[in-house]
């Protein structure tokens, strides 16, 4: 199986810019298709971005223009670039993997694996 571990988070002002990684270790990560997630104090945990082992990418609307989602299968990583960032965007983040197709990138049912989080802070 597969070990997730994201780092990168902090806290930036409004507007400003992360970048999120998601290292792998135990398997490569190529093989699987990654989503990040975020979940925010009292709200349930919803989808971010997601990248398939292909490097096509789908978006939530609420990230649609502001982040990026990307892969380097030579460092066994996955990253999440944040731009333009708003206080709604506060939250931790998790990323995930799967091996097996995924019928709906939104479900976090659907991944298998996760990460320990890291957390984002936007101050207005």
């Known amino acids: 199986q597969v070990q997730l571990i994201e780092s990168g988070g902090g806290l930036v002002q409004a507007g400003g810019s992360l970048r999120l990684s998601c290292a792998a270790s135990?398997?490569?990560?190529?093989?699987?298709?990654v989503g990040w997630f975020r979940q925010a104090p009292g709200k349930e945990r919803e989808f971010a971005a997601g990248?398939?082992?292909?490097?096509?990418?789908y978006y939530a609307d609420s990230v649609k223009g502001r982040f990026t989602i990307s892969r380097d299968n030579t460092k066994n990583t996955a990253y999440l670039h944040l731009n333009g960032l708003k206080p709604e965007d506060t939250a931790v983040y998790y990323c995930?993997?799967?091996?097996?197709?995924?019928?709906?990138?939104?479900?976090?049912?659907?991944?298998?694996?996760w990460g320990q989080g890291t957390q984002v802070t936007v101050s207005s």
């Open positions: 990248i398939n082992r292909s490097g096509a990418t």
């Open positions: 995930a993997a799967v091996s097996r197709p995924l019928y709906s990138w939104y479900q976090a049912s659907g991944y298998d694996y």
């Open positions: 135990g398997r490569t990560l190529s093989g699987y298709t």
